[in-house]
């Protein structure tokens, strides 16, 4: 069944260089849809996962110092739960930049990366750690168990939710898993996307949207058993699942477990009601954007923006906003210094542009990192200047 039509967009991080303004975009429809059998929130494919996934992929996860401190303390938390050691082996998938693997290396365990990327990949091997460029699946899991390779751990965030096979991916971490080894993976919870309207975590790069009843199901289904969760602040509100093998496993099911699951159905994630609305509250959210920026415009308010990722390429082409509207937006990545987001063709500048202008408002447009960013750009209330988010309403803060 229908969830939401977010009209079309390019993927939200095939950001444009100057010579490519001149040249056409490619546009995909941006739609998702409910299975009301196994309640799977997905979209609708029409942009190969290769595409998406280019070797100039510009998202390098160290940008975030609150996802560099959230990657540290899962660190150290599961190490000493696991009693992970220099016997230890730990693989990552979608290991990115090597944001979270350089701390397993500094505990002394070995570890290995698995990131299709090149730009990220590259970095990562830049700390001295190891990285297969490939997309992981049953092949290449198959493959690492062959090899002697198998985790004791095997991490996988904000990927779970990024594949296109969902089955096949799942699959390949029962076989490079060794017999008592877990497995965590951290994703957006479905729940707090839907309760806070937080439609601009949609993209392309997003097949599955994902609740602990969903991913149970298909954990379950390709050999693996969930026994515990936990609720986490990041990315807008996510769950980490913790889950071994089925055949091997012998981990107790702790109760957070079954109180998730007994919450979310209460909810009523398996239900058609529980998805009716989402749309009209989107476009409510839409519609606000666009009212504020045109009446800054008539109030001579300069408006800049902060954060050319994903959320805000999701938001930017699903109101229409354009350069006119919006001159501008700071990134912290030097990757992204010179090009231009993805449809709305709003210029990325640096930080120092921002001091320059002086803008009376910035968009924040990673609304989840709101107070990582309003604490690192406090000096724009020397001059008066006003944050503001979009998501789940327009709000000066």
Request: glycine residues 8%; charged residues 20%; negative net charge.
């Amino acid at each position: 069944m229908p969830f939401i039509d977010l009209a079309t967009a390019p993927p939200s991080n095939a950001y444009l260089r100057p010579e490519q303004l001149s040249a056409p975009e490619t546009f995909f429809p941006l739609r998702v849809r409910v299975c009301t059998t196994c309640w799977l929130v997905q979209t609708e494919d029409y942009a190969d996962h290769a595409e998406l996934f280019a070797s100039d992929y510009a998202y390098f996860s160290s940008m975030s110092s609150a996802w560099l401190q959230h990657s540290a303390r899962y660190v150290e938390a599961v190490v000493k739960r696991f009693g992970l050691g220099q016997q230890s082996y730990v693989i990552e998938i979608a290991s990115n930049d090597g944001y979270l693997l350089q701390y397993i290396r500094q505990a002394g365990i070995g570890c290995l990366g698995i990131e299709p990327t090149g730009s990220t990949a590259a970095t990562a091997r830049a700390k001295g750690i190891e990285v297969i460029e490939e997309f992981f699946g049953e092949e290449l899991g198959q493959r690492l168990a062959l090899q002697g390779r198998q985790a004791d751990l095997m991490i996988a965030n904000n990927v779970l939710a990024h594949v296109p096979g969902i089955n096949d991916f799942v699959s390949g971490f029962v076989r490079a898993l060794k017999p008592q080894g877990v497995v965590t993976f951290e994703f957006p919870h479905l729940m707090r996307m839907v309760d806070e309207c937080q439609f601009d975590t949609i993209y392309h790069e997003h097949f599955s949207y994902l609740s602990l009843v969903a991913v149970q199901r298909v954990l379950q289904r390709n050999g693996l058993g969930v026994f515990d969760v936990e609720e986490l602040p990041t990315h807008g509100g996510s769950l980490r699942v913790f889950a071994q093998r089925l055949d091997t496993g012998e981990r107790a099911v702790e109760a957070s477990v079954g109180r998730l699951l007994q919450r979310e159905r209460t909810a009523g994630v398996e239900s058609i009601a529980y998805y009716a609305g989402f749309q009209s509250r989107a476009d409510d959210v839409r519609d606000g954007l666009m009212t504020y920026l045109i009446e800054a415009r008539r109030q001579n308010r300069r408006v800049g923006a902060y954060g050319a990722a994903a959320k805000g390429n999701t938001l930017l082409n699903y109101a229409g906003v354009r350069a006119g509207l919006l001159p501008w937006v700071v990134d912290r990545s030097p990757g992204k210094h010179g090009m231009y987001m993805p449809g709305s063709r709003v210029p990325i500048v640096d930080e120092e542009h921002l001091q320059r202008e002086r803008p009376d408002d910035v968009l924040l447009l990673p609304w989840n990192l709101k107070d990582e960013l309003m604490a690192q750009l406090e000096y724009i209330r020397g001059w008066g200047g006003r944050f503001v988010v979009a998501v789940p309403r327009i709000e000066v803060l």
